[in-house]
Nanobody
Framework: QLQASGGGLVQTGGSLRLSCAAS????????FGWFRQAPGKEREFVAA????????RHAESVRGRFIISREKVKNTMYLQMNSLKPEDTAVYYC??????????????????WGQGTQVTVSS
């Protein structure tokens, strides 16, 4: 199971840190990702990380502003979001990919999802 938290309302240029706590079976070889979905839009890849190595990928739209990380001891993944923009407003979801392939940016590859947390950036 995945439990996302940390969303909220922030002004343009502000920061938030999202957390995703993982529980259940072993996950060292899995990948974990953050996706977001704004009203009326498709679910969009934000960032993903390979649990065992920490190797990460970030979407071009957030590169340099967002950083994905994980803390293995706490079984928790984070998304540090800086320099937030109104277009970052969305529900943010964490997800787990057990396919053992390359880090995927496609939401269909991820089979386990958290419940989502709302991020709203005011202009």
């Amino acid at each position: 199971q995945l439990q996302a938290s940390g969303g909220g309302l922030v002004q343009t240029g502000g920061s938030l840190r999202l957390s995703c706590a993982a529980s259940g079976r072993t996950r060292d070889n899995y990948d974990f990702g953050w996706f977001r979905q704004a009203p009326g839009k498709e679910r969009e890849f934000v960032a993903a990380i390979r649990w065992i190595s920490g190797f990460a990928r970030h979407a071009e739209s957030v590169r340099g502003r967002f950083i994905i990380s994980r803390e293995k001891v706490k079984n928790t993944m984070y998304l540090q979001m800086n320099s937030l923009k109104p277009e970052d407003t969305a529900v943010y979801y964490c997800a787990m990919d057990e396919s053992l392939g390359p880090i995927s940016t496609t939401h269909r590859t991820y089979k386990t999802w958290g419940q989502g947390t709302q991020v709203t950036v005011s202009s």
